[in-house]
Nanobody
Framework: QEQLVESGGGLVQPGGSLRLSCLVS?????????TGWFRQAPGKEREGVAC????????YYGDFVKGRFTISRDTAKNAFYLQMNSLKPEDTAVYYC??????????????WGQGTQVTVSS
């Protein structure tokens, strides 16, 4: 069973940037996994932020992203990332990384990280 550890969260001012990282252990290669980022703000349901399908190389983003975030991966390091730019106060949430071994984003996710807090405030 793979294990996921996020890092990179923190406090940032509106308009600022953060890069979240998710290190995956217990796998041979991320090539066999879809990798995604989700977030949950207080009092709200968890929502999908971004996802990469290793099956077809496509990326997907939540409508609210509007070109501000980029998901990427480094298979040599078994890690994937979420670069977040032009952050807004409404982006404040706990961000989670997740993987599934069915290689496509639309499938359910099997493994989750512990979450990292992102707070956007002046």
């Amino acid at each position: 069973q793979e294990q996921l550890v996020e890092s990179g969260g923190g406090l940032v001012q509106p308009g600022g940037s953060l890069r979240l990282s998710c290190l995956v252990s217990g796998v041979t290669t991320l090539d066999q996994f879809a990798t995604g980022w989700f977030r949950q703000a207080p009092g709200k349901e968890r929502e999908g932020v971004a996802c990469f399908s290793s099956g077809d190389g496509k990326t997907y983003y939540g409508d609210f992203v509007k070109g501000r975030f980029t998901i990427s991966r480094d298979t040599a390091k078994n890690a994937f990332y979420l670069q977040m730019n032009s952050l807004k106060p409404e982006d404040t949430a706990v961000y989670y990384c997740a993987t599934n071994d069915r290689r496509y984003c639309e499938h359910g996710y099997d493994s989750w990280g512990q979450g990292t807090q992102v707070t956007v405030s002046s």
